[in-house]
């Protein structure tokens, strides 16, 4: 019993004395450190729009930079989007507006569906082109933190992100019907089991729903025929309940 405890206890001493130095950084907490980030002011920026003398290519959004020299065509001098370059025009990406005025950082009047769509542009840039970098400023401190400005973005993109998640389900629960129209028969509304671009395996009847707060309606197939538990839905006059196909007037 006392030899098994020696040789247990040497065990243990030997193997503490003879580890690697680098253990610890091998296996521990210490995790190779990443590059630093590379900040870049606004002025810096501006010196790689592209043209005659220029520093290089790049473009900003959200406040990171991209080297977009690979896509010349589009971004260098004649290009279609060579407004883009040298600076960071985040919001022109949504609104369209490419003008002088249009060409800024300034997202805060974006709606959260529209950040949504503005971080698909970023997840872009971060697929097909080189990182080099953070541009200071709205986005980013002097030293790198992200700003209040960019936490409050962060903040509108998961919002944006619960609302696209809520009108999916809701999609795949009240599926759009098929419609059709001509001068000789008027309009009709019938449901598939592909109706709305949500593919499953009912069918469903047409019912009007409408949204609380606007007006009007629109055709959706639902799974129940009975409307009862939902007072957002109707049925269609002159239409049985249990048909999956209805007429409509104009
Ligand atoms: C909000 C409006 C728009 C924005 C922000 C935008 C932005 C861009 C950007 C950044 C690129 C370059 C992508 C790359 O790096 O490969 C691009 C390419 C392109 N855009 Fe737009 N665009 C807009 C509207 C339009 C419209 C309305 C049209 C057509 C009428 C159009 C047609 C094209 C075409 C044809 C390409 C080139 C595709 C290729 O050769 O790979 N864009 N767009």
Same mark, same amino acid.
């Given at each position: 019993m006392f030899g098994f405890l020696f040789?247990?206890?040497?065990?243990?001493?030997?193997?503490?004395?003879?580890?690697?130095?680098?253990?610890?950084?091998?296996?521990?907490?210490?995790?190779?450190?990443?590059?630093p980030v590379r900040l870049i002011?606004?002025?810096?920026?501006?010196?790689?729009?592209?043209?005659?003398?220029?520093r290089g290519l790049y473009l900003a959004i959200l406040g990171q930079?991209? =080297?977009?020299?690979?896509?010349?065509?589009?971004?260098?001098?004649?290009?279609?989007?060579?407004?883009?370059?040298?600076k960071d025009a985040s919001l022109a990406f949504i609104t369209g507006d490419f003008t002088e005025s249009?060409?800024?950082? =300034?997202?805060?009047?974006?709606?959260?569906?529209?950040v949504v769509a503005l971080?698909?542009?970023?997840?872009?840039?971060?697929? =097909?082109y080189n990182p080099v970098g953070r541009v200071t400023g709205r986005f980013y401190t002097d030293s790198g933190q992200p700003t209040e400005a960019l936490l409050q973005v962060e903040a509108s993109l998961a919002e944006g992100q619960r609302l696209k998640a809520q009108s999916q389900a809701e999609r795949e629960h009240f599926p759009a019907c098929n419609s059709e129209w001509s001068a000789a028969r008027g309009g009709r509304v019938w449901c598939s089991s592909k109706s709305?671009?949500?593919?499953? =395996?009912?069918?469903?009847?047409p019912r009007k729903l409408f949204t609380p707060g606007s007006s009007g309606s629109r055709c959706v197939c639902v799974q129940d025929p009975s409307t009862a538990e939902n007072p957002n839905l109707q049925e269609y006059q002159d239409c049985s309940p249990h048909a999956d196909s209805c007429p409509i007037g104009e």
């Open positions: 040789f247990a206890c040497l065990s243990v001493l030997l193997a503490v004395l003879f580890i690697p130095r680098d253990w610890s950084t091998k296996f521990g907490n210490e995790l190779p450190q990443a590059p002011s606004r002025h810096e920026l501006s010196l790689y729009d592209g043209e005659e003398g220029s930079v991209f =080297d977009v020299n690979k896509g010349h065509k589009h971004y260098g001098p004649g290009g279609a989007y060579h407004f883009m370059t040298g249009g060409q800024t950082d =300034d997202v805060s009047g974006l709606s959260p569906l529209q971080y698909d542009w970023l997840a872009f840039y971060q697929k =097909d709305g671009g949500v593919e499953r =395996d009912w069918t469903g009847v």
